[in-house]
Structure formats: structure tokens, C-alpha cells
């Protein structure tokens, strides 16, 4: 068996990757999944001692605070662009495979359509310079490395952007969210088994796009969230990116085009609203469960 070595496991799609459901656990693998405790990637003799020839890796630490790294530049970076680039060196010197995890925020946000690989990147914040810099620290210390850049992850109703809307949900309290940036909010779960399908490919892409098909506003992905999770969706109203005082600038326009996945032969993500369902599927049936007062 092959060994998958996951760097970044306590975060969203570490975790996923890493977890009892996981396809990666399907036999084939054995999977050690690090987090950012028990491996730094940012140290070249960690990484040395960690990864061993024949792995096959999956990065997905990185400093993914996206108003912190305004401030917090020399950190962001350091993950995501040096840390990045020495984890590629040290795969390339042991002949592992790597699979880097980036995001569409290397790109502006001003396209009209969705962003294809080769479009020009300008990343708007340091969260986004920091992992543009840091898919070229990978392509240059390991060109045969996998970049695979995603949008908007989330886990379920646990953690993240679903988690405090619904709580404000259950609260009662009426919550604002913007309707001026769209993307493809993209379930981990989904993420994960097309990591899956990615690594078995016999000649997959250098660089490419994942994330679930179809597109949505923040609001639109904050409604369904609401709606499936059996809470007021009208608890919920719409506003503007300048109503919000944030250290950084989004992309409003952050979808990514599947091309270059579709093109490969790979099969695509499942739409975004089906996958909401089923990320609020235990929401809703522990919801179910709960004693009612009388």
C-alpha cells in the first residue's frame, strides 16, 4: 500500500481527508494525517524526517486567515509561500508525489466568467499573494507537483460560515450577508473523493480547478444552508461588501472554471445545492431527534 501523507490535517479538508469516512480509507492507503503541531512545514528538517520516499502527499496546511494575513504578512507567507515551496523541494528530492492545495483568491474578482487555469492572476489581498506565491515556489521546486486550486470549503453544520449562521439562526437573530460575491461553495467531502479520483488518474493535470458545479452569492449559499438545516431562511438579509468593515478585499467574482478537470476526464463535482443537502442532513436529523417542550 501506498502511504498518504497528509500535512495540514487538523484543518477543514485535512481533517476530512484524514477521517474513518474518508476514501483515502478504503484499503488502498495508509494515511497519516499531520497538523500543523506535529509537523511545521516551514522547517526543512521536519519535512525531511516526515516524509519518506514513495508518499504521496497532500498539502493542505496553510495560514488561510484571510484579514489576519493583512497584518500577519510575514507568517502568511511563510506557510503559504516558503513553506510551501520547501515541502515541493523535499517531495522532489524523495521522489514522493505531491498534491498542493491553493484557491481562486490569486485571482481579481473583476472577470465576467468563470476563471480558467491559464487566466492572469492579481491577487487583491495577502492571503492571496502569499498562495499565489506559493503555487510558484511549488511549480519551481517540483515541476511535476499537482496544484489544484478550490473555493469557499466547508465541513457540515460543526465548523466555519455554517456554524455561526445557524446559530444566529437558533438564536432568532437576523443576520446580514453579502450578495455581491459569488462563488462555488464546495463541500469537503466532495473535495475529498475528487482528490481521490485526481491521484488515480493515469495522467492528470498540472494545474487545475475543484470545486463543486454551479455558482452562488454568499446570500444565495447562506439561504440554502438556512433552508436545509429546517431554520427561518427570511431570518437572513442581503447586503453589499461595502456595508462590512474587513481588513481585506474579496474577489466578487471567485468561480473557478472545471475545464481543465472536465478536459482531463475526470468526473465533476456534484452542484453545490445538492451538496448543501447532504452537509445539513445530520443538522437537521439530530434537530429531528430533540425532545420538544410542551
Known sequence: MSRLLVTGAGGLLGARMTSPASPFRDGTWTVTGLGSKELDITDAEALDTAIAPGDVVINCAAYSAVDAAETDIDRAFAVNASGAGLLAR????????????????VFDGTA??????????????????????????????????LIVR?????????????????????????????????????????????????????DPPLLTHATSEGAASKFEFARAIAEEAGLAAGLLRPCRTTDFRSAADRPRNAVLSDASWIDAGLKPLPHWRDAVQRAMMPYRRKAAARPRSR
Open 112 to 145: 465576467s466568467r468563470p476563471y480558467d487555469t491559464d487566466s492572469p492572476t492579481a491577487p487583491v489581498n495577502e492571503y492571496g499573494r502569499s498562495k499565489l506565491a506559493g503555487e510558484r515556489a511549488v511549480r519551481q521546486e517540483f515541476p511535476d507537483a
Open 150 to 202: 478550490t473555493m469557499w470549503l466547508y465541513s457540515g453544520a460543526t465548523t466555519g460560515f455554517p456554524a455561526a449562521l445557524l446559530r444566529k439562526c437558533e438564536r432568532g437573530e437576523t443576520a446580514a450577508v453579502v450578495s455581491d460575491q459569488i462563488a462555488s461553495p464546495t463541500f469537503t467531502d466532495d473535495l475529498v473523493a475528487a482528490l481521490s479520483d485526481l491521484l488515480a488518474h493515469p
Open 90 to 105: 523535499t517531495c522532489a528530492q524523495k521522489r514522493a508525489r505531491l498534491v498542493h492545495i491553493s484557491t481562486g483568491y
